[in-house]
């Protein structure tokens, strides 16, 4: 569903107030003021004649006046009006001119534009490889519209091929920064000189896309309840909106309430809600004409209209065959729908086509799945095709057997040193040996329950320790510890209880202060993170911490040399030269 706004989130960066009606001679052009090219650009819209003549005409201004970031600019536009291919030559073309120059828009919109290609291109693992660099970029550049906008689509990514609650911890994230008191300000100094553009209208626009995304989280989660309370709170922000992609908004809301009535068992209502968006045409991108075919289908299957719902599947499985689509986990029912249709009617011509249709949606969903969680792969369930389902098992026990060979030949590689470098090779030893005996170790805690029995009996019930605990177990679960904003006290209201009581609990049960414990967890959390997710390797110390709760990269190296005894630079060299060996 989220593609629908794909194109609106990377548009709405330079999207500004548009123009009235233009002469297009390029002579004409060439009397206009830049930004009245640029706003012209936008009024145009999908008319890549048009656009392309007024870029190539600011482009051309911009290298006569040796201009880098016009240039840029002038790429940018460029780089949305062809075909995915070009499109991907020009966003380069804007990542080479500004590379190495220290702006805040660019080069990261570079790497925005072309990953959003990508995916149009089907290609979802190359599509999140170029966001993650751009996040690093707008991280770096303290840009917070960027990572707003990027975190979108990392959540969108995260909430299909990852850990669902993971998505909905970056999600609660995104919220938090959107609903910033100084997030207009971010907007505001993200915002090129003379550049025309409604801020009021665009923080709506956030709200509504962040809303969408706590819909989208708990679609997942299967928790439909609560993900029909954010989607009335979205309509009620659409309900105020009066800017670029309304109807977008409106249609995935629509497509969305669908999609959930059909979890909930809802399949009248269901159906009624796809078909309406089919027969008004509120329909955005192929993507989403097929889903709505699909959830449709599906329907008037459960309705028992068996022959209406093969049609309507065979109308979403033709709009697959004739568009690129990045499919997502729910989309694979529909090759088996086909598959299990095409067996009852004994059609071996059918059953071979749809047969190698689910092999090659599982192979591209494997992909997917171990780039954003290696270990989901595990449970990665192909019930129809046992045979496919073996070698993908096979393929990850190999990788599995590889990576044991690779850990026992790095632990005898570590113990070479040289007389001159005699004190560096020791301590990269010492460190390798620590980091040797984290990853064989289980990490298992023992918890000393003596102290507590005491405490207990001296002052506290435990009734209210049990229930304080349990809390804890939630609170680490939900990952709430990655807030930055976490404290003892804040923690102790939400709890219910007082500060003195949940630190004591803390103390005696997990035998540390809480500011070890909230360091502790954090910094374990970023130890499993970076050795199972090679995204999370992309970023930088600096955005590892920030993206862990920490406000500062030194505090982060040194709660997790406190906990490893090795520091993190050290350990993500170490997974990365692992990895290098395997591939």
């Known amino acids: 569903m989220k593609s629908l706004r794909r194109t609106i989130l990377v548009t709405l960066l330079v999207f500004f107030s548009?123009?009235?009606?233009?002469?297009?001679?390029?002579?004409?052009?060439?009397?206009?003021?830049?930004?009245?090219?640029?706003?012209?650009?936008?009024?145009?819209?999908?008319?890549?004649?048009?656009?392309?003549?007024?870029?190539?005409?600011y482009l051309k201004r911009a290298q006569k006046e040796n201009d880098t970031i016009k240039m840029a600019r002038g790429y940018d536009r460029l780089a949305r009006i062809f075909h995915p291919e070009k499109n991907i030559q020009f966003a380069d073309s804007v990542i080479a001119l500004t590379k190495d120059i220290d702006n805040i828009t660019y080069p990261a919109l570079g790497y925005m534009l072309k990953a959003n290609q990508y995916y149009i291109n089907g290609n979802v693992v190359k599509s999140t490889e170029e966001y993650f660099i751009a996040y690093d970029f707008a991280l770096r550049r303290e840009n917070i519209q960027q990572q707003v906008i990027i975190l979108d689509i990392l959540?969108?990514?995260?909430?299909?091929?990852?850990?669902?609650?993971?998505?909905?911890?970056?999600?609660?994230?995104?919220?938090?920064?959107?609903?910033?008191?100084?997030?207009?300000?971010?907007?505001?100094?993200?915002?090129?000189?003379?550049?025309?553009?409604?801020?009021?209208?665009?923080?709506?626009?956030?709200?509504?896309?962040?809303?969408e995304n706590f819909v989208f989280c708990y679609l997942n989660l299967k928790k439909a309840d609560s993900a029909f309370i954010y989607l009335d709170s979205a309509i009620i922000e659409v309900n105020k909106y009066d800017w670029i992609g309304k109807d977008v908004h409106k249609s995935w809301l629509a497509q969305a309430s669908?999609?959930?009535?059909?979890?909930?068992?809802?399949?009248?209502?269901?159906?009624?809600?796809?078909?309406?968006?089919?027969?008004?045409?509120?329909?955005?991108?192929?993507?989403?004409?097929?889903?709505?075919?699909?959830?449709?289908?599906?329907?008037?299957?459960?309705?028992?209209?068996?022959?209406?719902?093969?049609?309507?599947?065979?109308?979403?499985?033709?709009?697959?065959?004739?568009?690129?689509?990045?499919?997502?986990?729910?989309?694979?029912?529909?090759?088996?729908?086909?598959?299990?249709?095409?067996?009852?009617?004994?059609?071996?011509?059918?059953?071979?086509?749809?047969?190698?249709?689910?092999?090659?949606?599982?192979?591209?969903?494997?992909?997917?799945?171990?780039?954003?969680?290696?270990?989901?792969?595990?449970?990665?369930?192909?019930?129809?095709?046992?045979?496919?389902?073996?070698?993908?098992?096979?393929?990850?026990?190999?990788?599995?057997?590889?990576?044991k060979k690779l850990t026992w030949v790095f632990?005898?590689?570590?113990?070479?040193?040289?007389?001159?470098?005699?004190?560096?090779?020791?301590?990269?030893?010492?460190?390798?040996?620590?980091?040797?005996?984290?990853?064989?170790?289980?990490?298992?805690?023992?918890?000393?329950?003596?102290?507590?029995?005491?405490?207990?009996?001296?002052?506290?019930?435990?009734?209210?320790?049990?229930?304080i605990l349990n809390q804890l177990d939630q609170f680490e679960d939900s990952a709430g510890f990655l807030s930055t904003e976490i404290s003892l006290n804040e923690l102790s209201k939400s709890f219910g209880t007082n500060a003195r009581y949940l630190s004591k609990i803390i103390n005696l049960e997990k035998e540390k202060n809480f500011s070890q414990y909230i360091n502790d967890l954090r910094v374990e959390y970023a130890f499993h993170k970076l050795e199972e997710n090679r995204l999370f390797r992309k970023y930088t110390i600096k955005a590892v911490a920030n993206e862990c709760g920490f406000n500062r990269a030194e505090s982060f190296s040194k709660a997790f040399y406190k906990k490893f005894k090795i520091y993190p630079s050290f350990y993500l060299k170490t997974l990365e030269k692992e990895e290098g060996k395997m591939n």
Request: without cysteine.
């Open 18 to 57: 548009t123009a009235n009606a233009q002469e297009f001679s390029t002579d004409h052009l060439q009397l206009m003021e830049d930004e009245e090219l640029l706003s012209l650009f936008n009024e145009v819209g999908q008319d890549s004649i048009k656009q392309e003549k007024i870029a190539r005409v």
């Open 155 to 211: 959540i969108f990514g995260k909430g299909n091929w990852g850990s669902k609650k993971d998505a909905l911890v970056l999600q609660k994230k995104r919220h938090s920064m959107i609903n910033d008191l100084d997030y207009i300000k971010e907007i505001e100094k993200a915002t090129r000189t003379g550049a025309k553009i409604d801020i009021k209208q665009l923080l709506i626009n956030d709200k509504i896309s962040s809303y």
């Open 258 to 403: 669908s999609e959930l009535n059909f979890q909930k068992g809802e399949y009248e209502l269901s159906y009624d809600q796809a078909n309406k968006l089919l027969d008004d045409n509120m329909v955005f991108g192929n993507n989403s004409r097929m889903n709505l075919y699909l959830l449709k289908g599906l329907s008037l299957l459960e309705l028992n209209k068996y022959l209406e719902g093969i049609t309507s599947l065979k109308k979403a499985d033709s709009i697959y065959e004739n568009s690129r689509i990045a499919l997502n986990p729910f989309n694979r029912i529909l090759f088996e729908k086909l598959l299990e249709y095409s067996r009852n009617q004994k059609d071996s011509k059918l059953i071979k086509h749809y047969q190698d249709k689910l092999r090659q949606v599982d192979s591209i969903f494997k992909e997917n799945y171990i780039f954003f969680e290696p270990n989901f792969i595990r449970n990665f369930e192909t019930p129809k095709l046992l045979g496919e389902k073996e070698e993908l098992i096979s393929s990850l026990e190999l990788q599995n057997k590889k990576s």
């Open 411 to 467: 632990l005898l590689l570590s113990g070479i040193s040289l007389g001159g470098l005699f004190y560096y090779f020791k301590r990269q030893l010492i460190f390798k040996r620590r980091f040797e005996q984290i990853m064989a170790s289980k990490r298992d805690f023992v918890v000393k329950k003596d102290a507590l029995e005491q405490s207990r009996k001296n002052e506290l019930s435990s009734e209210l320790i049990k229930n």
